[in-house]
């Protein structure tokens, strides 16, 4: 079957896993804490977008601050919305995606300098690989060792009995979705830095892969990152597999590049795992 | 004798209602005080004024002779002021020792082994045992109500409110639970237990105030001279003498209902009934007794055709209707009066008169043809309404409108309503006050001696059944156990069989 290279296989992977990572993270706190996000696709596009401006005109580190900024102030609509206005999750969630790729899209065509298309000030890589390696091992021993986490689990199983123990609910979650912003803005800033310019729909559909990454580790943080780099893994498959011949059959190319869309769509479908879900998502 | 908790004048309204109206409440300290009083007497308001939860219009709070005003429960807790309400506040997908530190986490980081270590001492002093890192949601009822007052321990409450305790415990476990409360009092610590179940208050308190209709109405020490007994109790709570229920034997008629080996599954796959095999004849009203969970829900969803069968038949008038479904069954007669009724009872946007036919219009005289007929209709609902007095403002208006008594008051009424058969109740008098419940059992039990049919009640409230129903029957752990010859009205006797302690 043509030439599989398992050295370029390892080496690629983790970098295709890195932004998945960050965004189930993001996904991590957002849905522990009851709210349903959707809308991690949105956060992380906004982030892409305003990096890559930003970068260009101010330097990398401002780029990423910028980045995270614009991805929170998403998270941020999306906590306003669904706990101030009691909208809908999945309703809110879609409009944050819509506005994102409208906003996107909008920034790059408004501020783009034709004359500068050239490469953008990039982060060394290894912020990243760093940053999206210890964060689920950060989460997995905030929420099983601190205050602020036994807090996040309890709001997102059940809010009401939370709140009679004193708990405030609604601080709870407009915390987990600030992090969402940060964790979203990173892997967005990461996506850029990692392919050098913005393009419009860069994310490609990876806030849903995250999410459905997310749904399959059961909400906790090691096995949602364990899922994150299998998905990883058969992207950079994907990847090696285009254009080669399986059993003697040319596969179209289409195939292989479905794969991870596939997987996910099958763990968004809620056969595997959903009756782990936080008890209290989506109550108000 | 030291007074801890003083409340004077205390008066609240909602809109035009008044809730309470000038209400005093002084409690000793180290002492287990109860406050009984009818649904919407107020004893929960004045509680919730005590602990933070809402504000009192007008009124004096003084805890150790300090004026306070708490503006939430974290302000009530801080001055050791704590409640454990009805519905348990645990929350079962943490462990036991997550729920106990919630909201009063011994700091930013959680050192588990010495919160654990805290904890045991804790339950230790109170003769309880946990394993605290299992889930709580596998603690029985008796288990969790423990870890509900070890919650209150663990804040340093010393003054703790208990909203109806023993609600949902076997009579054992209640009994195992006032040993624990004399304890704590014994210690210094002062217990404000709200209740409707007298023999409690006679038994375990030492001092009872009676609230009736948001005032003041008796305050009395127990165990002095002049000790109220129960019919006094019930006197002033109602507000009249009330009657002594006689149940007139009545001699079985034929079978109506006969359950063979029944084995249900329930919801999560188990097996929840276990072979039950029971047999109701004509004119008689049989109480099921057990702790919630035993089963007792997916045997009525197996009898009124919804549950998964795995075995054993259902015979109604002798003949085999295992197979049958719901709407089958409710033209055969079978009714229910659900437990819980705004979710499963009713429709609470419809208005009193759809919901009068709900469920029954597909029957005579509801049908005519393919329509519904309406004057029929505003009939039955006139009369359902009347049946216990539902109070409401029109039968157009929804069924929202209605109080919660008020709907229970209209769902069992309908169960009543054209020509039952069987009529299966679970919990039938819940969240009703004593002239309602009297008036829901006499009901019953005239329909069923009238109209030879017969009943299944579900209560977990045992002194309740006894004194209501032909025969009591308990239930545990998804089987069924009748009580030994000669023990038929033995409240301990099927208590023990209750717990399958027999």
Redesign the interface.
């Known amino acids: 079957m043509g030439s599989f290279d398992l050295i370029l296989l390892l080496k690629t992977a983790p970098g295709l896993s890195l932004a998945l990572l960050l965004a189930a993270m993001g996904g991590l706190t957002s849905e522990r804490s009851g709210i349903i996000n959707i809308a991690l696709e949105g956060k992380m596009l906004i982030s892409c977008c305003v990096t890559a401006l930003m970068s260009v005109a101010f330097g990398p580190w401002i780029g990423l601050l910028g980045g995270i900024g614009a991805a929170v102030v998403l998270a941020m609509l999306h906590a306003v919305l669904t706990q101030m206005y009691r909208v809908d999750h999945i309703v809110s969630g879609m409009a944050i995606n819509i506005i994102a790729f409208g906003a996107s899209n909008f920034l790059d065509k408004k501020f783009t300098d034709i004359n500068r298309t050239g490469e953008i000030p990039q982060l060394p890589f290894e912020f990243y690989y760093v940053a999206a390696f210890a964060l689920p091992l950060v989460l997995w021993l905030y929420l099983r060792?601190?205050?602020?986490g036994?807090?996040l689990?309890?709001v997102g199983?059940?809010p009401d009995?939370?709140r009679?123990?004193?708990?405030d609910p609604v601080k709870v979650r407009y915390l987990a979705l600030l992090a969402t912003g940060v964790f979203c803005g990173l892997a967005g800033a990461w996506l850029v830095t990692n392919a050098g310019r913005f393009v419009d729909g860069m994310t490609a559909g990876r806030g849903f892969i995250a999410l459905a990454a997310l749904i399959l580790g059961g909400w906790r943080p090691i096995p949602a990152a364990l899922a994150c780099i299998a998905f990883g893994l058969l992207d950079s498959i994907q990847l090696q597999l285009q254009g080669s011949k399986l059993l003697g059959a040319g596969i179209p190319s289409q195939f292989w590049n479905s794969l991870p869309y596939l997987a996910t769509l099958i763990a968004l479908a809620g056969l595997l795992g959903r009756n782990r879900a936080?008890?209290g998502l989506g109550k108000p | 004798m030291s007074t801890i908790v003083s409340m004077t004048g205390i008066t609240r309204r909602f809109g035009a209602v008044t809730a309470l109206d000038q209400v005093d409440l002084q409690v000793e300290a180290g002492k287990i005080h109860a406050l009984v009083g009818e649904n919407g007497a107020g004893k929960t308001t004045l509680m919730r004024i005590l602990y933070g939860g809402l504000d009192a219009d007008a009124g004096v709070i003084e805890v150790e002779g300090q004026s306070r005003h708490f503006r939430n429960s974290a302000e009530a807790i801080a001055s050791g002021i704590g409640m454990v309400s009805q519905h348990y506040s645990i929350i079962p997908e943490l462990t036991c020792l997550q729920n106990l530190m919630l909201g009063a986490e011994p700091g930013l980081w959680i050192a588990e082994r010495d919160a654990e270590a805290r904890a045991t001492e804790l339950a230790t002093r109170m003769g309880f045992e946990f394993s605290w890192r299992a889930p709580a949601g596998s603690l029985s009822p008796a288990g969790a109500q423990k870890l509900e007052i070890l919650k209150l321990l663990w804040r340093q409450a010393r003054i703790m409110i208990l909203d109806e305790p023993t609600a949902m415990l076997s009579p054992a476990d209640g009994d195992a639970l006032f040993v624990s409360l004399k304890q704590l009092a014994a210690e210094g610590d002062t217990i404000i237990l709200v209740t409707h179940r007298l023999p409690e208050v006679l038994q375990h308190c030492s001092h009872v105030t009676v609230l009736r209709g948001g005032r003041n109405v008796a305050h009395a020490a127990i165990g002095e001279h002049e000790t109220p007994d129960a019919a006094q109790l019930a006197a002033w709570i109602v507000g009249h003498e009330v009657p002594e229920v006689q149940i007139e034997a009545v001699a079985p008629g034929k079978p109506v209902l006969e359950i063979r080996s029944l084995r249900v599954r329930g919801d999560r796959g188990e097996e929840a009934v276990k072979g039950i095999s029971l047999r109701l004849h004509e004119g008689e009203v049989v109480g099921l007794a057990g702790v919630d969970g035993n089963g007792q829900r997916e045997l009525f969803q197996a009898l009124i055709g919804v549950g998964t069968v795995l075995e054993g038949s259902v015979l109604l008038d002798g003949r085999d209707v295992t197979r049958d479904g719901p709407v089958e069954r409710l033209r055969q007669g079978v009714r229910l009066i659900p437990e819980d009724r705004h979710e499963e009872g009713v429709v609470e946007d419809w208005s009193l008169e759809l919901n009068a036919a709900l469920g029954l219009q597909r029957l005579e005289p509801l049908r005519s043809g393919l329509w519904v007929d309406v004057g029929e209709r505003r009939a039955l609902a006139g009369a359902i309404a009347e049946r216990f007095r539902t109070k409401h403002g029109g039968l157009g208006l929804p069924m929202r409108s209605l109080s919660g008594g008020n709907q229970q008051r209209f769902v069992a009424a309908r169960a009543l309503a054209l020509k039952p058969r069987v009529i299966l109740a679970f919990q039938p008098t819940r969240g009703l006050d004593i002239e309602g419940t009297l008036a829901v059992y006499a009901a019953l039990r005239e329909t069923c001696r009238r109209e030879g049919v017969c009943a299944i009640v579900v209560s977990f409230d045992l002194d309740e059944l006894l004194e209501q129903c032909d025969r009591v029957v308990a239930i545990n752990g998804g089987a069924l156990f009748e009580p030994k010859p000669g023990e038929e009205r033995d409240r301990a006797a099927i208590g023990r069989l209750m717990v399958g302690a027999a």
């Open positions: 060792r601190t205050k602020g036994l807090r689990w309890a199983n059940d009995k939370a009679q123990m004193g708990v936080p008890a």
